[in-house]
């Protein structure tokens, strides 16, 4: 149908990825928890799932997958 | 519950998430021309897309906010849900019934039953099936609208001409709305895309709560460890009445508190109904006859994608109890560990109550303990702890504690626990800025794509089965569209009716069970007779049903769980039989429905006549269909390999869980 979902989901999860590691290397007072800088790890994680769902729907774009 | 305080950060994940569902539904507004694209997605959508919505239409407010409820009530016995019901029923669906759903080029569960029997069973289906999701989207919305009405700072109280709307009715009405707008434009397709969304925002945004509530309860077997107090003493925790206890391994042990019998695990069911009750029969019928998750499967492109949809699912549904039960174990853990300072969160008490009780604590004369035990249970409308008031009311004698130390003392004292609250408090116990915004982002996602499944799979049916079938038939499919479009609204209208409805009642699970258990247990009876007995009668078939659904209802208000008083709980006609625990009463009033309608159906199938000829029924009956050939597909993707497969690994988890 039309629109590859991977452009949506890679689109945000990018967004949000970018969103909380900018977050987590300002690290405003209160954002840390149980020691661990979590919006940095947990930020760094959505931006590579982001991006490799991009990657997948950019590669998906140039292939189309038979019918 | 004090408010969450939000930051920036969290509303713009907030929106953002918001932003682009709507924007999905826009951007597909314009491939969707005719009543099959919007209803039924013109059977056009790649494998792991249904797959992970096929487990996502399940994934609202029964789910996440139900099964933290139950890993904490329960314990890990509450996996059996995945291990012994849905992971089996999924892949009997894949590997048996999926031909005969996708084959028949039916376009519902109803549509199926139609072509199988006649319109008597295809009418009763499809009106039990409507009012099921109404509900079942309606519960998901009450949710939502409470969790927001507790969250958010902004209180809402207008005066609108005769009606008085409040902050819950304004998240309701807002919330519906974002859901009516995307479902609108992108019909099926887009509930299933936004499904999609929601099942990475539900993984991605849960397991940092996980994996922080772990660690700080020290590790898998720390919390094990804690959870052996919890299951010798649950009514520290206020789980279990006073006097209550249960071998050290209740909590942390799936098959041996069930093994040793009803009094010795906390759920109250035996092994019977355990396997029989929820592993077959409530199971399957969910799994197998729902057109809720069904749908998903029939809107694949080719029959070995339909097929494999539930296969998909399979997988990440074998390992959601770490994503969606561990969190409940985590918080009864939690509770036993004095220096984390935690409890499982009460029922929400008023500021004004609290401020009430204050006073009276201020007010009591330690010397009388009764009265200032009464006094407090009065103000705050709840079942108190009386000896920890009495301890309360002796410190503040002692040397006087600030308002706010005698509110928190309070808050500790009260006597009972809002479970469904469960998976909150961890999320504002551990989530800082920025990780809160996307755990708060996936639990408004899950409810609202409770909501979008349920309109969806209900417009289907509404206006296939009802409106085309039985008011208004053969008109241009520009009609049916538009009609398609009408329902939708209509449907989110009567779910905002049950979500007023639902906001009556406290523990969501069980309320779902038990209409599941009327309108689901005999359902599946009627489709492994119907599938793969040849004989089946329309007559047998639509009487059975509805006897089996009858006989439901009237085992409801025949029996009732220990501890309930007669009326909504059950019982209301005549006490017959008293069960250990709600769950067990679901499971057994499942288990007799499926006799009864199993047993109707045989037998008025063998006095009726059969009006299909054989012919008629190739394709809908197993013996007159051809056995699909796969052959294009490697030895190791044929559905039965993979479906057997997926049952090892299932039952090495069950082992080692044991």
Known sequence: ?67 | MEPIHLHKIDYTILVAYVGFVIGIGWMLARYVKTSSDFLTSARSIPTWVTGLAFISANLGALELVGMAASGAKYGISTAHFYWVGAIPAMIFLAVFMMPFYYGSKARSVPEYLKMRFDERVRALNSIAFAVMTIFASGISMNALAKLLTNLLPWQFDLNAGIAHLGSYDVYLWICSGVVLIYVLKGGLTSAIYTEVLQFFMIVLGFAPVVYLGLKDVGGWHSMNHALQAVATNPAALYLKPAGVTYAPDAWTSAWQPVLAGPAHNPMGVDIFAMVFGLGFVLSFGYWCTNFLVVQRAMAAKNMAAARNTPLVAAVPKMLFPFLVIVPGMIAAALCTLPDKNYRIPPPIVSPAAYARAVDVVKAANPADDTAAVTAVVDALGVKMDAEKINSLVAANAAGKLSDEQIKQGLYNSIAENDYDGVILSLVKKYCPPGLMGLALTALLASFMSGMAGNVTAFNTVFTYDLYQAYFVKGKSDRHYFLTGKVITVVGIVLSIAAAYFASRYNNCMDIIQLVFGFVNAPLFATFLLGMFWKRTTGTGAFLGLFGGIGSSALFHALTIAQGNVPGIKGGYIKVLQVFPSEMAQNFWLATFAFIVCFTLTLVISLATESKKTDEELKGLVYSLTPKIKSDNLPFFLQPGVVGIVLLIACAILNIIFW
């Open chain 1, 1 to 67: 149908m039309g629109l590859d979902i991977r452009w949506p989901i890679g689109l945000m999860f990018t967004l949000i990825g970018v969103l909380l590691t900018g977050y987590g290397v300002v690290k405003p007072a209160g954002s840390v928890s149980l020691d661990i800088n979590i919006n940095l790890v947990w930020g760094i994680v959505l931006l590579v799932f982001g991006v490799l769902m991009l990657v997948g729907a950019v590669r998906g774009g140039k292939n189309p997958p038979p019918a």
